[in-house]
Each structure stands twice: as structure tokens, then as C-alpha cells.
């Protein structure tokens, strides 16, 4: 009796252990001070996470969405946790990336960062991961901004902890721009309180009809979404992206690739179609036009900075930018199908682009190469990992039987059924300039004779990590009952507002 009793409380508290099980593993490792003691920690606090996430998942199925009031203050006058269907998905998505990248890490982390730093490095590792968890399941606009900054500020200190001295620099550049885009987001949220009284999500869908088109409502929405834009790196706001992912430590990149500017998104798709509505954000303004022509801009200026990098990772980066372009593409065509395809974007893009920064982590640990020229025959000598880089990136291309092509296919059928042909022409075309920097480095690294020094082996852990990732890639993309099912579902929810 008293263990199904204790079970059915722990079942009860599982949003706040989403945020709460990071934060105390982040000050057990810091605590412990040893790297291996500190990366234990960090793999047991990750892989404890999707179990609470799916478990998440399965009560808002069989129930409903999860209202969690912390301190026992009911909402909206209390602080609430909320858990639908839509990011209870993206809990999972991150938690689980988060706790591959780390299983892969312990390695890679020892070659690239001093002794005296690995176990704080596991320690904002985790503390960055709260803040994104906690971003993910609040229902509170303020605690918004309070986790973004948790996790902003754990970014910085992993990007400053690369090895290259630009390493500094470039988390420099981060917290400068990051600073203005929290600022921006915090600027907004002030003036929805102003207007309405309330900063709890639900509560705020329900007051903003009464005062809605008033000025300072637009001018809250703008600043909003400039705010997140900035956080997500939508084009011509993503400057500080490239380095932050050129010059942190190999594996801080892989998951900061895949996780950080996703829940970004979700931010913007929660704040769009939940809180202010889809026609007072996107359909009636002309806030759809212009997201739809950055999007657009995003997706071709990016795949040309990414053809004329010589460093992988950076190449990496600007390919991030455009294809955070297909997901806000998604998003801005407002219809079932283009959300559709930008959700499933979402989980389809952070599990590639997961996998290539884990295979070039690989080939960083293996020969040091972060140039594309000194990647030169490592197909040939380290054939498992860059067949998991080929695979991930016929993935970035589109090619049919990868998740990529999944939601590109319904990001053009989405286009096509409103007609707008020439976002069919620009998906084509990014597409097609994927092919151009993907196959730079496929014709370096398999069509080139290798290296004279043989490379050492790649960690085992983070090759099989890396091999997850590409076998997830084709899982998704021949079976995609589960990843655009997913998507079709959030998508359906976010369109019909917030999940009361």
C-alpha cells in the first residue's frame, strides 16, 4: 500500500522533476569535483529525464494535459507547470539527446578541456539542460525568461570552455547578443502584464481578446518574437551562431545543435498560436509575410555560407541557419500540413544535425581536423563514422528514406496547397545546395587518398552514440507513423490554441 502510495506521488510531482532532477544533478557534479565522478552523475541525472518525459507523455494520453501548481498556489495566481502533448514530445526530444551526447562525451571531454574543468563542465552541462527543460514545461511567461536565462548563462560558459582561444570570443558575441534578445522577450512580457494582469499562459489566451489590436499588445508581440528570434538564430539574427558552434568543445556543439534553438521554436510556437492566437500573430498582420520571406532568406543564405566554409563545424553551423529556416517556414504558413512539416523539422533536424557534430567530434578526437582539406581519406580510415556523417547528411539534403525528407515532403505539400510555388522552388533549390556542402566533405573524406599519419581510434562511446543517431535518421524516415504523427498532433493542438 505505502509503495503504490509513494509511487503515485512521484507520478504527481514529475514536471517539477523535470526541471528540479538537472538542477540537483548539476550540484552534485560541480560538488564532486572529478570529472569521472562528475560525468557518472551527468549520465545518470540525463537518462533519468526521458523516462519522466515519456511517463509525461503517457498521463497527458490517458488524461489530458498536466496542471502543476508549485507551492500549492493554485493558478493563474500561482506558478504553474503545464504539460500537453506538443512539448511534452519536445521534452522528450531534448532529454534524450541530451543524455546520448553526454554517454558519448566522457573522451572527447578528456582530450579537449583541462582536468581541473571536466567536472565543471558536466555540472553547466546539466544546468543548461534545466533551463531548457524548464522552459519547456512551464506555464508561466515570466518563468520563461528566468529558465532562458539558466540556460543562456550555462551556454556561455560551455561555449568559453573550446580550446581555441576564439572559443572566448565567440561566448563574448553569444552573451551580448543573448542579453538584447532576453531583454527584447522580458520587454514584452512586462507590457502583456501591463495589459492583462496575468503572466500565466492559459490565463493570458483567455484575457488578450478583450484588449486585442491595442498597441501596446502589437508592440508586446513584436518584441516577443524579436526576442526568440534572436534566441532561435532566424536569419539575419543568428550571428552569433556560427562561432559559438565553430569553437565549443565538440560535443557542448552537438547538443547545443540539436537542443537549444528548438525549444526556442517552441517558444515562438507556443506564443503564435497559443497566447495571442493565429490571427492576430500570423494571419491578419503582417507578421506571416515577413517570417515566411526571412524563413525563405534563412534557408538560401545559409546553405551559401555553409558551401564556402573551410571549417566543418562552421560549415555545420550555417547550415543550422538554414534549415531553421524550414522550420519557421512551417510555421508561418499556418496550415495544418506546413506545420506539420516544420514540427517534425523540429525532431528530424535535431537528430541529424545531432549526429554530424557527434561524427565530427569523432574526427576532431581522431586527427584533430576541423578543416574539411584535413578531413582528407577518413572514410577509408574511420569508415563507421563517416558512413554515420553520410547518412545524417543525405538526411540535411532531403533524400527519400531519411527523416529529412519526411518533413520537407510536407513543408512542400503545405506550399503547394496554398499555391505558393515559389517556396516550393526555394525548398528545391536549398535542398540541392545541401548536395553542394555535403558532398565536399563526402568527396574529401572517401575520394581522397588518407592522410600519412594513421589517426587513433575514435572513442567507442561516442562512435556508438553517433551510430544511434544515423540509425535514428533512417528509422524516421521509413517509419513515419510515429515522427509526423507526432508532428500532425502538436500541430493539430497548437492550431486549436492551448489544450484546456
Request: proline share 4%; aromatic share 10%.
Amino acid at each position: 500500500m505505502s509503495v503504490e502510495h509513494h509511487a503515485f506521488h512521484v507520478t504527481e510531482h514529475l514536471p517539477a522533476l523535470a526541471a528540479v532532477v538537472p538542477l540537483i544533478g548539476a550540484v552534485a557534479a560541480a560538488l564532486v569535483r572529478n570529472g569521472v565522478a562528475a560525468w557518472l552523475v551527468a549520465v545518470a541525472v540525463a537518462w533519468s529525464l526521458p523516462v519522466i518525459s515519456i511517463l509525461m507523455l503517457g498521463q497527458v494520453e490517458a488524461s489530458g494535459p498536466i496542471s502543476y501548481a508549485l507551492g500549492g498556489w493554485a493558478p493563474p495566481a500561482g506558478i504553474e507547470f503545464r504539460v500537453d502533448q506538443a512539448n511534452a514530445y519536445l521534452a522528450i526530444l531534448v532529454s534524450v539527446m541530451a543524455a546520448v551526447v553526454l554517454t558519448g562525451a566522457p573522451r572527447s571531454i578528456a582530450d579537449e578541456i583541462e582536468p581541473a574543468n571536466r567536472a565543471w563542465y558536466y555540472a553547466v552541462f546539466l544546468l543548461c539542460l534545466c533551463g531548457l527543460m524548464g522552459m519547456i514545461v512551464t506555464g508561466d511567461a515570466f518563468n520563461v525568461f528566468v529558465f532562458m536565462e539558466i540556460s543562456s548563462l550555462a551556454t556561455y560558459v560551455l561555449i568559453a570552455m573550446g580550446r581555441d582561444r576564439r572559443a572566448l570570443l565567440a561566448s563574448y558575441q553569444y552573451l551580448i547578443i543573448g542579453t538584447v534578445g532576453a531583454t527584447f522577450y522580458v520587454i514584452g512580457v512586462g507590457l502583456l502584464l501591463a495589459m492583462t494582469g496575468t503572466l500565466n499562459l492559459v490565463d493570458l489566451a483567455a484575457s488578450l481578446p478583450e484588449v486585442e489590436a491595442t498597441r501596446p499588445l502589437i508592440a508586446a508581440a513584436a518584441f516577443i518574437v524579436v526576442g526568440l528570434g534572436l534566441k532561435l538564430a532566424l536569419f539575419p539574427m543568428h550571428l552569433w551562431l556560427p562561432n559559438a558552434y565553430a569553437y565549443a568543445p565538440s560535443t557542448a556543439s552537438a547538443f547545443l545543435a540539436s537542443t537549444a534553438t528548438k525549444v526556442a521554436v517552441y517558444l515562438l510556437l507556443r506564443f503564435a498560436f497559443s497566447v495571442f492566437g493565429i490571427d492576430f500573430m500570423l494571419a491578419n498582420t503582417p507578421a506571416g509575410v515577413m517570417l515566411m520571406t526571412l524563413a525563405a532568406l534563412a534557408m538560401i543564405a545559409g546553405s551559401l555560407s555553409a558551401i564556402f566554409q573551410t571549417n566543418v563545424k562552421r560549415m555545420l553551423a550555417y547550415s543550422s541557419v538554414s534549415q531553421i529556416g524550414y522550420i519557421i517556414l512551417g510555421i508561418a504558413m499556418v496550415s495544418e500540413t506546413g506545420l506539420t512539416g516544420g514540427i517534425s523539422h523540429l525532431f528530424n533536424h535535431a537528430l541529424i544535425k545531432g549526429c554530424l557534430f557527434l561524427a565530427v567530434a569523432s574526427a576532431v578526437f581522431a586527427t584533430g581536423a576541423v578543416r574539411i582539406e584535413d578531413m582528407a581519406g577518413l572514410g577509408r580510415t574511420m569508415p563507421i563514422t563517416m558512413g554515420a556523417f553520410v547518412i545524417a547528411g543525405l538526411g540535411l539534403i532531403g533524400v527519400p528514406g531519411t527523416a529529412g525528407f519526411v518533413s520537407k515532403w510536407y513543408l512542400i505539400q503545405g506550399a503547394a496547397e496554398q499555391g505558393m510555388w515559389w517556396i516550393v522552388a526555394v525548398i528545391v533549390v536549398s535542398s540541392l545546395m545541401a548536395v553542394v556542402y555535403v558532398g565536399r566533405i563526402v568527396e574529401v573524406a572517401w575520394f581522397r587518398a588518407p592522410a600519412q599519419r594513421a589517426p587513433r581510434e575514435a572513442p567507442i562511446e561516442l562512435v556508438a552514440a553517433t551510430v544511434a543517431l544515423a540509425a535514428a535518421v533512417l528509422v524516421f524516415g521509413l517509419n513515419t507513423d510515429f515522427s509526423a504523427g507526432v508532428a500532425a498532433d502538436a500541430a493539430r493542438i497548437l492550431i486549436e490554441g492551448y489544450a484546456r
